[in-house]
């Protein structure tokens, strides 16, 4: 939003599943603090460590910035986001490739540490001086560390994946509200998910689609399958793997009969629906629901719940690393490994919901007993702690970003703009075969 099993002598990582979160959600320029500061000092004699992320990782929104600065009175940090992955990474690759451009720490999506372990390793500071593999899940470690052994990534945070909906949206279409009612309607089976958003339809409010985009409910399918879109042999089986086929054919279905919005996801139209209450549930990792909060209209607090999805998957999750053609990588190193302690992972679920990768902070009070002001009584630490610990273990190629975005953006999405689903198939197809050529 992450057990282990050792098979990374290839450019595969076997993780606690992960799907893409392409494009996570919105973000934030710097903290703009000193801003007077450059390089790595500042005229107050401070060490400047510079901060390269996607989307929201919650680190500044939680405080931990200002937690750390204060702990560290000669740190000044200063955060740079750019707000969807598919933008940030190539930028992030090419800067590595030159040696220049870097901030001192840099995100890296689950999506793509297969790719940065396997290709940019040794661009990258061994973490494992700084951080404890102790404190994270064991897949998680193993997803951020290359073939001989470096560990060049600390895990942020893991994705299980649970469905938010909105209750009066749910009760004015004659829909049962109650989380644990729904989830045993659509338990164990995405197919049952899909016949209560047709049931859904028959009673909704106008204008009002069950799902929120094409995108979204594709990614939460696919969370839930062990073999997506690589092989544990590092082959390429998007294609001929059925599990994808079948996913992407419910996903059409779903639109063909109106039950999804037409929106691409983390684009402003797809925003606006979320402010205008224009669809009634969506996939929800986690850090879905920080999303949710600063996109919702104040009134829409305590509107929604969260329900066990129909089967346990994990979309999302990020690692942070540090380059060494940063300016300063031993205290960059630090504070990457003080960022992603299980202590500073239970801070930042409790206020911004990204979900910890450090297996400890699941019987912590503030995991436990977390609440978000969208889902009210919701017990969404206890929910997203038993996804997380029920998860199959996926297998991640170093070009699933690739495949994922173009599934939905060039797939999926075509259905509800009058493609056949035969037709957005193949033009999916074309367009990722295109792209890993290149």
């Given at each position: 939003?992450?057990?282990?099993?050792?098979?990374?002598?290839?450019?595969?990582?076997?993780?606690?599943?992960?799907?893409?979160?392409?494009?996570?959600?919105?973000?934030?320029?710097?903290?703009?603090?000193?801003?007077?500061?450059?390089g790595s000092g500042d005229a107050k004699g401070k060490t400047?460590?510079?901060?390269?992320?996607?989307?929201?990782?919650?680190?500044?929104?939680?405080?931990?910035?200002?937690?750390?600065?204060?702990?560290?009175?000669?740190?000044?940090?200063?955060?740079?986001?750019?707000?969807?992955?598919?933008?940030?990474?190539?930028?992030?690759?090419?800067?590595?490739?030159?040696?220049?451009?870097?901030?001192?720490?840099?995100?890296?999506?689950?999506?793509?540490?297969?790719?940065?372990?396997?290709?940019?390793?040794?661009?990258?500071?061994?973490?494992?001086?700084?951080?404890?593999?102790?404190?994270?899940?064991?897949?998680?470690?193993?997803?951020?560390?290359?073939?001989?052994?470096?560990?060049?990534?600390?895990?942020?945070?893991?994705?299980?994946?649970?469905?938010?909906?909105?209750?009066?949206?749910?009760?004015?279409?004659?829909?049962?509200?109650?989380?644990?009612?729904?989830?045993?309607?659509?338990?164990?089976?995405?197919?049952?998910?899909?016949?209560?958003?047709?049931?859904?339809?028959?009673?909704?409010?106008?204008?009002?689609?069950?799902?929120?985009?094409?995108?979204?409910l594709l990614n939460a399918i696919l969370s839930s399958e062990t073999e997506k879109f690589?092989?544990?042999?590092?082959?390429?089986?998007?294609?001929?793997?059925?599990?994808?086929?079948?996913?992407?054919?419910?996903?059409?279905?779903?639109?063909?009969?109106?039950?999804?919005?037409?929106?691409?996801?983390?684009?402003?139209?797809?925003?606006?629906?979320?402010?205008?209450?224009?669809?009634?549930?969506?996939?929800?990792?986690?850090?879905?629901?920080?999303?949710?909060?600063?996109?919702?209209?104040?009134?829409?607090?305590?509107?929604?719940?969260?329900?066990?999805?129909?089967?346990?998957?994990?979309?999302?999750?990020?690692?942070?690393?540090?380059?060494?053609?940063?300016?300063?990588?031993?205290?960059?190193?630090?504070?990457?490994?003080?960022?992603?302690?299980?202590?500073?992972?239970?801070?930042?679920?409790?206020?911004?919901?990204?979900?910890?990768?450090?297996?400890?902070?699941?019987?912590?009070?503030?995991?436990?007993?977390?609440?978000?002001?969208?889902?009210?009584?919701?017990?969404?630490?206890?929910?997203?702690?038993?996804?997380?610990?029920?998860?199959?273990?996926?297998?991640?190629?170093?070009?699933?970003?690739?495949?994922?975005?173009?599934?939905?953006?060039?797939?999926?999405?075509?259905?509800?703009?009058?493609?056949?689903?035969?037709?957005?198939?193949?033009?999916?197809?074309?367009?990722?075969?295109?792209?890993?050529?290149?």
């Amino acid at each position: 939003m992450r057990a282990i099993r050792t098979a990374r002598r290839r450019a595969v990582v076997l993780a606690t599943v992960a799907a893409l979160g392409a494009g996570l959600l919105a973000g934030c320029a710097d903290d703009g603090k000193d801003e007077e500061s450059t390089g790595s000092g500042d005229a107050k004699g401070k060490t400047t460590i510079t901060v390269g992320l996607f989307g929201t990782f919650g680190f500044k929104e939680a405080g931990l910035y200002d937690e750390y600065m204060k702990l560290n009175p000669k740190i000044n940090i200063k955060e740079t986001v750019i707000e969807r992955n598919e933008n940030y990474y190539p930028a992030l690759v090419n800067h590595l490739t030159t040696g220049s451009g870097l901030q001192d720490i840099q995100g890296v999506e689950v999506g793509n540490i297969a790719e940065i372990t396997a290709t940019q390793g040794d661009k990258l500071v061994d973490l494992s001086k700084f951080g404890k593999k102790s404190d994270f899940l064991a897949s998680k470690w193993e997803q951020g560390t290359t073939k001989d052994g470096k560990t060049v990534g600390l895990g942020t945070d893991v994705g299980p994946m649970a469905i938010c909906y909105r209750k009066d949206l749910f009760e004015k279409a004659g829909l049962p509200t109650d989380r644990e009612e729904l989830a045993k309607l659509w338990e164990g089976d995405w197919a049952k998910f899909v016949e209560v958003g047709r049931d859904f339809k028959k009673g909704a409010p106008k204008d009002v689609t069950f799902m929120d985009s094409p995108g979204g409910l594709l990614n939460a399918i696919l969370s839930s399958e062990t073999e997506k879109f690589y092989n544990a042999e590092g082959e390429v089986i998007y294609k001929t793997n059925p599990a994808v086929k079948d996913a992407f054919d419910l996903t059409a279905n779903a639109a063909e009969e109106g039950l999804i919005g037409k929106q691409v996801q983390f684009q402003p139209a797809w925003d606006t629906t979320i402010a205008n209450g224009k669809f009634a549930a969506m996939s929800c990792p986690p850090w879905m629901l920080g999303y949710i909060k600063g996109k919702s209209k104040p009134e829409a607090a305590g509107k929604w719940d969260v329900a066990k999805a129909p089967k346990s998957g994990n979309w999302g999750g990020s690692f942070l690393s540090v380059p060494k053609a940063g300016k300063n990588t031993d205290e960059a190193a630090k504070l990457a490994a003080w960022l992603t302690a299980p202590e500073q992972q239970a801070k930042l679920f409790a206020v911004q919901g990204s979900f910890p990768s450090a297996p400890a902070t699941y019987e912590d009070d503030q995991v436990l007993n977390a609440k978000n002001d969208m889902t009210g009584d919701a017990p969404i630490g206890q929910i997203f702690a038993d996804a997380a610990k029920s998860s199959p273990v996926q297998v991640i190629g170093p070009k699933d970003q690739i495949i994922q975005q173009g599934l939905t953006d060039n797939g999926v999405i075509l259905v509800t703009q009058g493609k056949s689903a035969a037709d957005a198939w193949s033009n999916a197809v074309k367009t990722i075969d295109n792209n890993l050529e290149k």
